[in-house]
């Protein structure tokens, strides 16, 4: 693979990432509001379930655009640390897998969350209607309330195993992101300059083993663990873009 495909691949997928992830509605308010919480977020995807979904698709492209960028560098590397660099690469398709199921079931949760919430539109204005003491009035508060509450729990189900999957993801990742540090580090400044390797490889190797530690103290579904992973997705998203640009001005094919 040349390293016009690699170095794009990679700058293709993490701006997709990034910025589609920050367009999901709620998530620009990460660090002033609380967007994880079930009522903020069935809210957030609920009213948005179009356009959220659609976010979702160009994410899961850029983790493809990613994932073949990876590819390129470990194949553009050849055989220097091969033990670690088929552990590296099992890990990043892994963490890419895990990421884009994760993606499928928020899909599934934004057309939930709509459900769950024209339901309770429609409850409501069956228990008002049923203030008026009519038979027929109570009768359609009920059925709408039983509908209501089975929405409600479907939907808390589908949030429930997001969170749960999205939690493995970034695990996932993290640990990816310290094994593809050390191939960096070790690749005898194939790509980079040893400034240039020194500061991505170590980058990586430093965001995967601190933002571990951090996110297996606070959970990325509160408040403050998802704005841990916030900072992360930052941070990393400015390493692997400093490694695409450095990979397209090298002089190596």
Request: charged residues 10%; aromatic residues 10%.
């Given at each position: 693979?040349s390293k016009?495909?690699?170095?794009s691949?990679l700058?293709?997928?993490i701006?997709?990432?990034?910025?589609f992830?920050?367009?999901i509605p709620?998530?620009?308010?990460v660090?002033?509001?609380?967007?994880v919480?079930?009522n903020?977020?069935?809210?957030?995807l609920?009213?948005?379930k179009?356009?959220s979904q659609?976010?979702f698709?160009m994410?899961?492209?850029?983790?493809l655009?990613?994932l073949?960028?990876?590819?390129?560098?470990?194949k553009?590397?050849?055989?220097r640390e091969k033990?670690?660099?088929?552990?590296?690469?099992?890990?990043?398709?892994l963490a890419?897998?895990?990421?884009i199921?994760?993606?499928?079931?928020a899909?599934a949760f934004?057309?939930?969350a709509?459900?769950?919430?024209q339901?309770?539109?429609?409850?409501?204005?069956?228990?008002q209607?049923a203030?008026?003491?009519?038979?027929?009035?109570?009768?359609?508060?009920?059925?709408?309330?039983?509908?209501?509450i089975?929405?409600g729990?479907?939907?808390?189900?589908?949030?429930a195993v997001y969170?749960?999957?999205?939690?493995?993801?970034t695990?996932?990742?993290?640990i990816a992101?310290i094994?593809t540090?050390?191939?960096?580090?070790?690749?005898g400044n194939h790509?980079?300059?040893?400034?240039?390797n020194?500061?991505v490889?170590?980058?990586?190797?430093?965001?995967?083993?601190?933002?571990?530690?951090?996110?297996?103290?606070?959970?990325?579904?509160?408040?403050?663990?998802?704005?841990?992973?916030?900072?992360?997705?930052?941070?990393?998203?400015?390493?692997?873009?400093?490694l695409?640009v450095?990979?397209?001005?090298?002089k190596?094919?």
């Amino acid at each position: 693979m040349s390293k016009l495909v690699t170095g794009s691949s990679l700058i293709i997928g993490i701006l997709l990432i990034v910025v589609f992830n920050f367009l999901i509605p709620g998530n620009i308010n990460v660090f002033s509001e609380n967007i994880v919480e079930i009522n903020a977020f069935t809210e957030n995807l609920g009213s948005n379930k179009s356009l959220s979904q659609i976010y979702f698709i160009m994410i899961g492209l850029g983790l493809l655009f990613f994932l073949n960028g990876i590819l390129g560098i470990y194949k553009g590397v050849g055989d220097r640390e091969k033990d670690i660099k088929a552990l590296a690469l099992t890990l990043n398709i892994l963490a890419v897998t895990l990421f884009i199921t994760t993606i499928g079931i928020a899909n599934a949760f934004a057309g939930s969350a709509e459900l769950n919430m024209q339901a309770y539109l429609i409850a409501q204005a069956a228990g008002q209607a049923a203030q008026t003491g009519d038979p027929a009035a109570m009768d359609q508060y009920n059925i709408a309330s039983i509908n209501s509450i089975i929405a409600g729990a479907a939907s808390a189900g589908i949030y429930a195993v997001y969170w749960g999957l999205f939690s493995i993801s970034t695990y996932v990742i993290y640990i990816a992101s310290i094994a593809t540090g050390y191939i960096i580090i070790k690749s005898g400044n194939h790509y980079l300059n040893a400034i240039m390797n020194g500061i991505v490889g170590y980058g990586l190797m430093s965001v995967g083993s601190i933002f571990l530690i951090l996110t297996l103290i606070w959970n990325v579904n509160t408040e403050l663990g998802y704005q841990i992973f916030t900072v992360s997705q930052i941070i990393w998203a400015i390493l692997i873009l400093l490694l695409a640009v450095n990979i397209l001005r090298s002089k190596k094919t």
